[in-house]
């Protein structure tokens, strides 16, 4: 499968290219390279409080299971979160702690899976006319997951990993034969691929199996930055991505940014380029990193206060992140 994440480097690169709303500040690079915290990048780990870890075959169901339904940033801000925590976490936890209330979903199950079902498991409000649509959203990306992994993999969650043949890069494609991983948006007729989902289920699992196992994969430098709406939004802080006064001012209103529009687009694309450049500075100045490490590493520093006041970041509702 050798080239197949090259679509999503070359896409983004074209966008870069004729981006209007989001520039990157190429003059910048060399500098930001060398401010980053580089040993904050090589000591990830999933959380055990908020993942369902240890629990061999099971936990790959966890983890393909969440990462399905590992979207809807844009609606959080209408989600019923648990105290102190994000959106994201909200979720995870809910699932972790139906895994371990009842054990994993078979694929059968979760191909039967309905809104009323994840509107429970999740604790929202069915009253809530956002949220209930993201619940029709996670109902069908369930479904989508168990009659896939019924029809190609005979119910087994590990069979979709083994037949990647440990291959990050073949992994991604496998998921990408649904349709809430196939992760592509078209920018004036140009097929604009992020697998965004799909990149992270890889990661995810290697954290999580600790790169053995489910979780051995030899080719996790093939993977880009996972492209959603935070990643760019710390790049923007840290001013290596510059936004338009158009594009500003519709985020910091709090406006939804559709989906597949072209500053929604540039955002993503212009973040995993100006990502593939700190990766090659910090690679020519000695520096063996993956575009992986960074995409961790920049995630957790949006968690820190200074991100998440700073500005609003952009807010998309989509099945891709």
């Known amino acids: 499968m050798a080239g197949f994440l090259d679509q999503v480097r070359t896409g983004c690169r074209k966008v870069v ?3 209007s709303h989001v520039k990157i500040n190429f003059d910048g690079i060399s500098a930001y390279a060398g401010t980053l915290p580089l040993e904050q990048m090589f000591l990830p780990e999933l959380d055990p409080v908020h993942h369902y870890l240890g629990h061999g075959e099971d936990t790959t169901a966890f983890l393909l299971t969440l990462d399905t339904i590992n979207f809807g940033s844009g609606y959080f801000p209408h989600l019923r979160k648990r105290p102190g925590m994000s959106g994201y976490f909200t979720i995870a936890s809910s699932l972790c702690d139906h895994f371990r209330e009842h054990g994993p979903f078979s694929a059968r199950e979760l191909a039967e899976a309905t809104p009323d079902q994840c509107t429970r498991i999740f604790h929202q409000d069915p009253d809530n006319v956002v949220v209930s649509e993201l619940m029709r959203l996670f109902a069908r990306a369930l479904n989508d997951l168990g009659r896939y992994v019924s029809e190609r993999f005979n119910g087994s969650f590990s069979a979709v990993v083994d037949a990647a043949e440990g291959s990050a890069e073949k992994f991604v494609k496998l998921l990408t034969a649904m349709p ?10 140009l097929l604009v691929p992020f697998f965004k989902r799909a990149q992270l289920t890889a990661a995810d699992l290697s954290l999580a199996f600790r790169g053995e196992g489910p ?3 030899y080719d996790l430098d093939r993977l880009t930055i996972f492209a959603d709406n935070l990643v760019p939004h710390v790049l923007r802080v840290d001013r290596i991505l510059i936004y338009d006064e ?3 001012s519709r985020i910091d209103r709090g406006e939804i940014i559709p989906s597949g529009c072209h500053e929604e687009v540039e955002i993503r694309a212009n973040a995993v380029h100006a990502v593939e450049l700190v990766v090659q500075e910090l690679r020519r100045t000695g520096h063996s990193v993956k575009a992986m490490d960074l995409d961790y590493l920049l995630w957790n520093r949006g968690q820190q206060p200074h991100y998440k006041e700073a500005h609003p970041r952009h807010r998309t509702r989509t099945v891709f992140y």
């Open 17 to 19: 290219e004729q981006s």
């Open 180 to 189: 809430c991983f196939n992760d592509i948006e078209v920018y004036d007729g």
């Open 215 to 217: 979780g051995r994969f």
């Open 246 to 248: 158009t594009l500003v």
